[in-house]
């Protein structure tokens, strides 16, 4: 596809909704608190912890949030609390060691037969559990001369036949940008496959709109998308209709969660989270453990825990509609299954 063509598809990125949600975050604790209704009794929120990772959410997701409930399993996810300042054993910078998995700016090959594309250097939100929070983002900000060696890179790698775009969140990049990218990628005869990890498209479902969907029918690789939701209140009507127009672009739409202490570590809120995703064409495809980075204990589950959740999970759902629990360790060749 030439650029020329690119260009008369998307011709004003500035001026799209999507794009403006995305400049008008809330960034300001006084803000959202007042939005909720809450006051700045009800959550502590320390100066030091807002300098390190500040505080980021998009004003679709505050709408789905309970005003008043200091507590709500969305709100949670996305407030900086006093313990992300807590030291703890065994929680490190880089708890999957990715500083040893890149061959190339940008690029990650941590699973023999899929690399990982880090489309771009940023999210719409930032997730409290983040296990890229601390990830050096200005490192991997490849310009096009890099991303041409990062292509030529792939060209020679004949193992890997999926290219998986992953982040910060690549759906925070332009559909220009992505339409390019892809092009390129779909050039490379041993790739057939992109997955795309995001979490915009529920954050912010106007992301789904039809320059996204353009690319992504046109492409010939055959499309994942793995939204990453983690409570059932995360979807609405909005939510559901984007999932519906990637479904009949010929997207395959999967779900990754992260099991959060206080978010969703019940089997209501697990049972009631796949059958919202069903409901909304997406099959639970992973449950994660928490990945141990500096700032994050507050979130964590137990194993043991874990296990009975998907074991009493089990009992009340379709095999379908049960996540894998799994945990990312280092080196190894795959997600590990906890059960
Ligand atoms: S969307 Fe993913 S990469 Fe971005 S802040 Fe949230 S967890 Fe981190």
Redo the contacts with the bound molecule.
């Keep these: 596809m030439s650029s020329l063509v690119l260009a008369q598809r998307h011709p004003d990125d500035s001026a799209r909704r999507w794009q403006q949600e995305l400049s008008n975050l809330i960034t300001e604790p006084e803000e959202l608190l007042h939005l909720l209704g809450l006051s700045p009794d009800d959550v502590s929120m320390p100066a030091d912890v807002l300098r390190a990772f500040p505080l980021k959410v998009p004003r679709p997701f505050v709408a789905r949030m309970r005003p008043g409930d200091a507590r709500d399993p969305l709100l949670l996810q996305v407030l900086p609390s006093a313990q992300e300042s807590d030291d703890t054993p065994g929680y490190g910078f880089d708890p999957l060691s990715e500083a040893d998995f890149n061959p190339q700016p940008g690029i990650l090959h941590k699973y023999q037969g899929r690399v990982l594309v880090l489309a771009a250097p940023h ?1 719409a ?3 409290r ?5 601390h990830f050096p983002y200005q490192d991997h900000v490849p310009g096009r001369q890099v991303w041409e060696q990062n292509l030529q890179w792939l060209a020679g790698q004949p193992q890997i036949s999926e290219v998986i775009y992953s ?3 690549p759906l925070a990049a332009s559909d220009r940008h992505l339409a390019w990218l892809t092009d390129r990628i779909s050039e490379i005869p041993h790739i057939g496959r992109l997955r795309i990890h995001t ?1 915009t498209p529920v954050l912010v479902p106007a992301r789904v709109d039809d320059n996204l969907l353009a690319w992504l029918r046109d492409s010939r690789l055959q499309k994942v998308m793995v939204i ?1 939701c983690n409570h059932a209140n995360e979807i609405d009507a909005e939510v559901i209709d984007a999932m519906q127009r990637l479904r009949d672009a010929g997207v395959t739409l999967l779900n990754q969660s992260v099991l959060l202490s206080g978010v969703n570590d019940s089997v209501q809120a697990l049972a009631d989270l796949s059958e919202a995703l069903f409901a909304a064409s997406v099959l639970p495809y992973y449950l994660h453990a928490l990945d141990k980075v500096q700032g994050v204990a507050h979130f964590d589950v137990g194993e043991e825990q874990a296990r009975d959740l998907i074991m009493a999970l089990k009992q009340r759902l379709p095999g379908y509609l049960v996540p894998r629990l799994v945990r990312e360790i280092p080196g190894e060749a795959s997600k590990t299954g906890l059960l």
């Design positions: 999210c939100v930032h997730c559990y983040c296990f890229r929070r982040g910060g969140d979490r990453h």
